[in-house]
């Protein structure tokens, strides 16, 4: 296995995104009309009511202007609805009749089934690279002699939670393919919460933590803890990221006509841009397995 380390850059601003932060933030403004015909619920963390300004062109997803182009490409009313997760957005606002989920693939399939929503897969949103998928990545502190994922052996693990599979499933698994035995977990809710943990923790020399891969440039932006603070040793196999499910009122005609809206994104430069998406949406494809 190649061996490699990076130190990532953790800056001393004060403002944590909502996917990074401690503390729960005030309610967020719908987009649309309440009766709509069409709710778009979005959990993504990369969405600008769910994160914030602290990197330039990042995390600033406009998920209205999506709305405002599918409205014109379907002929129907849509409405916006932000959240954390889906059950905080059905509280706070109400899910509609017919509703679109938007999040992180593993954590919309796991809300559902705990609100017992059925969902189908239907698009995935690519990044500015292309890509469908995320990691999770590896950190220690700067000074861990630790260089690469065998390096762990005995070490602590500072896992995300169950329902976030690139910082719980995904990383487990990798370990458990190089035979790395760990020497006791911990579960942590966000990753500044593993991140300051690593850096606070004056014991922390055999403790290592899992981040989403998405989640570096906001703790850089974003951080509350010194530069240089910690580096990467290692990253799990890839699993998707933002993916968009239809709930089950969907008519077969119907999800044919969304996916074609969602599809018709590429077309659209300003959209691509306002998305922070190299090519839109394309439509979902199971991960295939190792």
């Known amino acids: 296995m190649k061996r490699f380390s990076r130190r990532i850059l953790l800056g001393g601003i004060a403002v944590l995104p ?32 769910l994160a914030c300004s602290c990197v330039q062109g990042y995390a600033q997803r406009k998920y209205e202007k999506l709305a405002d182009f599918l409205q014109l490409k379907l002929g129907k009313s849509v409405r916006v609805v932000w959240g954390e997760s889906i059950e905080g957005a059905k509280k706070e606002h109400g899910l509609g009749q017919k509703t679109v989920f938007i999040g992180k693939d593993s954590v919309v399939r796991f809300d559902s089934k705990k609100l017992k929503i059925d969902v189908t897969p239907l698009a995935q949103l690519t990044d500015v690279k292309g890509s469908v998928n995320q990691r999770g990545v590896f950190v220690v502190r700067r000074d861990n002699p630790a260089a690469s994922l065998l390096d762990l052996e005995g070490y602590r693990v500072l896992w ?31 990753c500044s919460v593993t991140a300051r943990k690593l850096v606070e923790d004056a014991d922390a020399n055999k403790v290592v933590g899992v981040i989403s ?20 040793v290692g990253e799990s196999d890839e699993v998707p990221f933002i993916s968009v499910f239809l709930s089950e009122p969907f008519k077969p005609d119907e999800r044919k006509l969304i996916l074609e809206g969602l599809l018709a994104v590429r077309s659209s430069r300003d959209l691509l841009a306002a998305m922070e998406s190299k090519d839109g949406f394309v439509a979902y494809e199971e991960p295939k397995l190792n």
């Not at 309610?27 to 979005?42: C, F, H, K, R």
């Open 160 to 190: 995300g939670p169950e329902k976030c599979n690139e910082k719980s499933a995904s990383p487990k698994s990798k370990l458990k393919e190089l035979e790395i035995t760990i020497k006791s977990e911990d579960v942590c809710d966000t």
């Open 213 to 232: 891969s998405y989640a570096e440039r906001l703790l850089t932006g974003c951080g509350t803890i010194e530069n240089n603070s910690l580096k990467v």
């Open 18 to 49: 909502i996917a990074l932060q401690l503390n729960p933030v005030l309610a967020i403004e719908t987009y649309g009309p309440s009766n709509a015909e069409i709710t778009l619920v979005v959990t993504d963390p990369l969405a600008l009511p």
